[in-house]
């Protein structure tokens, strides 16, 4: 499907290819079962196709960030559920280049494109939105830290052989990577999920984990708003353009059916107010594709913007997305309405983007913020 | 949220305490439209959030060919101008 996206990048095509070829007609079936297949995930993450921008130095493709959305927005227009493991991926082993030690982006992030997978941990009972409650917590032990707390709705933990794990460490903050076969960590699958049904979201428990200090990602002790800012910069442009997948699936179908279903004797897309939907659904996929485009300019150019671009295409991707979902099933209407069809899948899909990664209002709430702080004075 | 302009790293004997502090006033001067004290707390004046603190890692990292990675990565060395040109030259001669 993206394939026929203008201008598409030729960079990364036969990831695409490959994701196409492994995703095939299951995407429905896997979202109604609440389950992808862990030998898929594993292959695709040997190939380095889940986190695409790990450098080739540690064992990854090297790409750079607009042909890796560009791979992301193709999985997305398939199968939210392997698009959301791939944000996780990606966010971990950004996660672990920009703070772990030279040894730890070694290890790890060999492991991460050899079939290793990963998920990463930020949210608890008491800390959503409001990440700075967190209450996890490292306890230094001779050579060992000690890691206890409770993580909620870990997207693709119940696949993953690591857990990037955000804690309060010291005065400041810290990530350990947690085997998730180490004794004290529990998993507990987050049962039938709105959206994204088959991501293995799962609640974690950490009971007194002892790991050895080298798990901590560059010795640890980092501001903890500095910490999730860096994760969640990679995760929000991740997500943005896995919205713009949505989008695009959204407007595919949404064209399709209205050329093809008569009513009042002609195809539905004749009729005005149908037509209207289509041509909200193509402003829609344009507007998001650039602003996500944008972001990834500001990413590859390590522009100082690239934080606040990075929400914004979070915010109005998502937003679209959301809208573009539910403009998509009322396009198709009953023939959309049941569970299995690409729309419905979307609709519940795209709903949970305007949640994670910085909610619809947080986002608003630091776009409001930087509108303040570059407006000057007066 | 304009494209950042190319950003020009800046060669060794250009790194005095007083360049990297003339050049991250008018760093902060284009981006917060205020003229700011090299001891003004950026934070406690409500200039700048944690966001605009990775804004300015992101900057500092790039203009000066410097990691700042480790406890390094803590707000109170982009709590002034002063702290980051200390940072600046502590990781440039480290
Ligand atoms: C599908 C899915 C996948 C997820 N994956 C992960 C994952 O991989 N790792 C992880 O750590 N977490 C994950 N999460 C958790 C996710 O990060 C949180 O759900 C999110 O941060 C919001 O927190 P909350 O659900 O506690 O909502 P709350 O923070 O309780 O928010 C409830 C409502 O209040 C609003 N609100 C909260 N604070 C403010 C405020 N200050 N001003 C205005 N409005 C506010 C919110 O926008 C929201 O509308 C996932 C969640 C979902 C649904």
Redesign the interface.
């Given at each position: 499907m993206a394939e026929q996206v203008a201008g598409l990048a030729p960079e990364l095509a036969g990831e695409r290819a490959l994701v196409s070829e492994l995703v095939g007609d299951q995407a429905g079936p896997w979202d109604l079962a609440g389950e992808l297949p862990a030998g898929l995930l594993r292959k695709l993450g040997a190939h380095g196709v889940l986190c695409a921008e790990v450098p080739a130095a540690y064992g990854g493709l090297g790409a750079a960030s607009r042909p890796s959305g560009e791979l992301t927005a193709h999985a997305g227009s398939l199968c939210s559920s392997l698009r959301s493991i791939m944000t996780s991926q990606g966010m971990a082993a950004w996660t672990i280049q920009r703070l772990g030690d030279r040894e730890q982006r070694r290890r790890y992030l060999a492991d991460l494109t050899s079939g290793q997978l990963a998920a990463v941990a930020f949210s608890e009972p008491g800390a959503g939105s409001d990440l700075s409650a967190l209450q996890t917590r490292t306890s230094p032990a001779g050579d060992s830290v000690v890691l206890d707390g409770e993580k909620m709705w870990v997207t693709g933990a119940r696949y993953a052989d690591l857990l990037v794990v955000l804690a309060r460490h010291g005065d400041g903050a810290a990530f350990a990577v947690v085997p998730a076969s180490a004794p004290g960590v529990r998993l507990e699958p987050v049962a039938d999920p709105v959206g994204c049904r088959a991501a293995g979201h799962s609640h974690v428990r950490l009971d007194q984990v002892t790991l050895p200090a080298s798990s901590v990602l560059g010795g640890g002790g980092q501001s903890l708003p500095l910490l999730f800012t860096t994760a969640l910069s990679y995760g929000r442009i991740s997500v943005a353009w896995g919205c713009v997948g949505i989008i695009r699936a959204c407007l595919a179908a949404a064209v399709r059916h209205a050329r093809r279903r008569e009513q009042s004797g002609r195809p539905i897309a004749q009729h005005q107010l149908v037509a209207r939907h289509l041509a909200e659904l193509l402003t829609a996929e344009q507007v998001s594709t650039r602003v996500c485009e944008h972001a990834s300019r500001c990413w590859q150019d390590t522009s100082p913007d690239m934080v606040m671009a990075a929400v914004l295409a979070k915010h109005v991707s998502a937003g679209h997305a959301a809208r573009s979902a539910s403009t998509a099933v009322q396009v198709l209407a009953s023939a959309g309405a049941q569970d299995g069809h690409v729309v419905a899948r979307a609709y519940r899909d795209a709903k949970l983007m305007e949640i994670i990664e910085g909610s619809n209002e947080i986002c608003q709430l630091l776009l409001a913020q930087h509108a303040l702080t570059t407006a000057g004075p007066g | 949220?304009?494209?950042?302009q190319?950003?020009t790293p800046v060669t060794a004997e250009a790194v005095t305490a007083e360049a990297v502090s003339e050049a991250l006033t008018a760093f902060l001067a284009e981006?917060?439209?205020?003229e700011v004290a090299p001891d003004q707390d950026l934070f406690a004046s409500g200039?700048?959030?944690?966001?605009?603190?990775?804004?300015?890692?992101?900057?500092l990292?790039?203009t000066y060919d410097i990691a700042i990675?480790?406890?390094e990565?803590?707000?109170d060395n982009f709590r002034t101008v002063q702290a980051m040109t200390a940072l600046v030259l502590r990781l440039r001669d480290g």
């Open positions: - | 949220m304009t494209t950042g190319a950003i981006r917060i439209k205020t200039l700048a959030s944690s966001m605009f603190a990775m804004q300015l890692v992101v900057h990292e790039e990675i480790g406890p990565l803590k707000l």
